[in-house]
């Protein structure tokens, strides 16, 4: 029965620490994606030629900053005005007047989606000939970074907490284990039992119900994901594969680590106390 209880506060203690990792990771993830979904426009001048145009795309394809682009024609841009407007504004211009210049629509990196980066970028932009401006949401950069910079702070204290309180109820259900059989290593030491010949029962004891813990946490937050994904198919795009199997390597190794030390520290702490001690 001991043994149960001790599974299953460890198994509540790991799925614990796997929300923290899911969460951290996958907020981060969304970061990233909200970042490198900033437009910045490109207009270009309306002498270009499609070999300039080509020059400009593969110019822009080779910078570092530059995630994604989408060139725009002035006939494209005319018609997606037509459509979003239920009008064609060269009626009241004239015939043959096309009032939109062709343009770059480019996603940018996210690292490089921050004001000081962003200014650079377009002064750069401007450099070239063939652009006559560039134009970008800047009250939206601002505001977006400084709403992921406080959600990042909140996320992190939040973590720090967690792993606190993960690592303290861990090591009260081991030592509390660990408590229920001081007598046994009391006497083991008075027949002149070594430290480790001691330890060594208490650990891998310890260690295998930390790794049943961790396999039933990992089948849990996986049964868990399963479901969200199948109500909501956008939670794939932030928690890839590879978020998904850090979070079970970090339940894992936290099963391994946190059971081994704690166990090691508790059993210690019983093989230095007093016989008097042990009573109390």
């Given at each position: 029965m001991r043994t149960f209880t001790s599974c299953i506060s460890t198994t509540l203690v790991l799925l614990l620490l796997g929300l923290v990792v899911l969460f951290g990771l996958s907020a981060h993830n969304l970061s990233k994606q909200v970042r490198e979904n900033l437009t910045v426009t490109l207009l270009l001048d309306d002498d270009l030629d499609s070999a300039a145009t080509d020059?400009?795309?593969?110019?822009?394809?080779?910078?570092?900053?530059?995630?994604?682009?989408?060139?725009?024609?002035?006939?494209?841009?005319?018609?997606?005005?037509?459509?979003?407007?239920?009008?064609?504004?060269?009626?009241?211009?004239?015939?043959?007047?096309?009032?939109?210049?062709?343009?770059?629509?480019?996603?940018?990196?996210?690292?490089?989606?921050?004001?000081?980066?962003?200014?650079?970028?377009?002064?750069?932009?401007?450099?070239?000939?063939?652009?006559?401006?560039?134009?970008?949401?800047?009250?939206?950069?601002?505001?977006?970074?400084?709403?992921?910079?406080?959600?990042?702070?909140?996320?992190?204290?939040?973590?720090?907490?967690?792993?606190?309180?993960?690592?303290?109820?861990?090591?009260?259900?081991?030592r509390l284990s660990v408590y229920a059989r001081r007598f046994s290593i009391h006497t083991m030491r008075l027949v002149g039992a070594s430290w480790a010949f001691i330890r060594w029962p208490f650990i891998r004891q310890s260690l295998g119900i930390g790794l049943v813990a961790a396999f039933l946490a990992i089948g849990l937050l996986f049964a868990g994901?399963?479901?969200?994904?199948?109500?909501?198919?956008?939670?794939?795009?932030?928690?890839?594969?590879?978020?998904i199997a850090i979070m079970a390597g970090a339940v894992l190794l936290a099963a391994v680590l946190l059971t081994i030390v704690c166990t090691w520290l508790s059993v210690n702490h019983f093989l230095r106390m007093r016989e008097n001690e042990m009573y109390r």
């Open positions: 020059t400009l795309c593969l110019m822009l394809s080779a910078r570092p900053y530059v995630a994604a682009m989408n060139y725009i024609s002035k006939e494209q841009a005319l018609e997606e005005e037509m459509e979003r407007l239920g009008t064609n504004p060269m009626e009241f211009l004239g015939e043959g007047e096309n009032p939109y210049t062709a343009s770059i629509e480019m996603n940018v990196q996210a690292d490089y989606a921050c004001t000081d980066s962003l200014v650079w970028i377009s002064n750069e932009l401007r450099s070239m000939w063939q652009v006559t401006d560039v134009v970008y949401q800047k009250e939206l950069v601002d505001n977006l970074n400084q709403l992921l910079r406080r959600t990042t702070l909140v996320l992190a204290v939040l973590a720090a907490l967690l792993m606190i309180i993960s690592v303290f109820l861990i090591h009260t259900t081991v994901l399963w479901w969200v994904m199948q109500k909501d198919p956008f939670v794939q795009t932030v928690v890839t594969p590879a978020v």
